[in-house]
């Protein structure tokens, strides 16, 4: 997956701030123990008496051990009782964090990217776009697929998504209004999302918004949109045509991150209602092209009827 550096060191600092959350009551908590001179007094035992027994298996003084051992024993217990008796059981001391999987580092033992910390690229990269968190359709509640004879597309799509994100291949889904483009395209971006891959499914007209605060930004804070767009696992570009042409920035800043995209092998999707001659007027031929660029992706063009008004 790519994450932008801007995004990947808010969250580093995000994860910061929660691990201090969780483990500053409990450093309060080990100070105020460390102050009862008892407590002290075993822990310092205890550790001079682990140093002993390392010092005795180095030295082979086999004979030695379990006379160290239980002696260790002792003091764990004599601490335990304090901590006890002063009302910390072991559970107070250990740091409540957030998520238990990667104590809030957002990489588990292993080493792996944490499901959370893919949660939060997804919830960040939202917010910094200024988009709602959509509600998306889904395979399994698809109930109109055979309408249409969309059954064959959605078995190839969801083909798609078994494979992602082993594939660089764009999507063109072109077709009438309500033929079910939006649906299929946000089952989609819904069954990746469920994967956890970093997706934005976004209509042409919010994309048209941002590009023309992205037009308008100073110039050291355009990196973040754009990178945010041309960086996520997969754009997905519902209802391209439906927005307003704005001079300088619709056709220019579309084409530029489909380029960018391509050029760094992530996918986009793109829905839309126009026939080619009118994506050629509105988009010119550039971006047309890369749209019907049959090495790099899939058009698709549903016939049919408007679902919307057949009743099912
Ligand atoms: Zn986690």
New binding site residues.
């Given amino acids: 997956m790519n994450y932008d550096n801007a995004l990947l060191s808010e969250i580093e600092k995000i994860y910061l701030e929660k691990r201090k959350k969780a483990e500053q009551p409990v450093e309060i908590l080990k100070q105020a123990l460390f102050s009862n001179s008892d407590y002290l007094s075993a822990y310092n035992g205890y550790n001079a008496t682990r140093f002993e027994i390392s010092k005795a298996k180095f030295m082979g003084d086999d004979d030695n051990l379990p006379v160290l051992k239980a002696k260790l024993n002792d003091y764990k217990l004599k601490m335990q009782e304090i901590r006890l008796s002063l009302g910390y059981d072991d559970k107070t001391l250990s740091p409540k964090y957030e998520?238990k999987?990667?104590l809030?580092t957002?990489r588990?033992a292993d080493g792996v990217r944490?499901?959370?910390?893919k949660k939060l690229v997804c919830k960040l990269t939202l917010e910094k776009l200024g988009l709602e968190k959509k509600k998306l359709p889904s395979f399994k509640k698809a109930g109109y697929k055979d309408l249409n004879n969309l059954q064959k597309i959605y078995d190839k799509m969801a083909l798609y998504c078994e494979k992602f994100p082993n594939t660089d291949k764009n999507i063109v889904i072109a077709g009438n209004v309500g033929t079910g483009k939006s649906y299929l395209a946000g089952c989609i971006a819904n069954e990746l999302i469920s994967k956890d891959f970093n997706v934005i499914f976004l209509s042409a007209c919010e994309l048209n918004s941002i590009l023309l605060k992205y037009h308008v930004s100073p110039i050291d804070e355009k990196g973040a949109y754009l990178d945010l767009l041309t960086n996520c696992d997969l754009l997905v570009i519902d209802d391209l045509g439906s927005e307003p042409i704005y001079k300088n920035v619709t056709e220019e800043y579309l084409l530029m991150i489909i380029t960018e995209r391509m050029t760094k092998s992530n996918p986009f999707i793109i829905t839309t209602n126009l026939e080619q001659e009118q994506l050629l007027d509105r988009y010119g031929d550039r971006t047309l092209s890369r749209l019907n660029d049959k090495k790099k992706g899939v058009f698709i063009q549903i016939k049919g009827e408007d679902l919307r008004r057949k009743k099912i």
């Fill in positions: 998520c999987s990667c809030d957002g588990t944490c499901k959370c910390f």
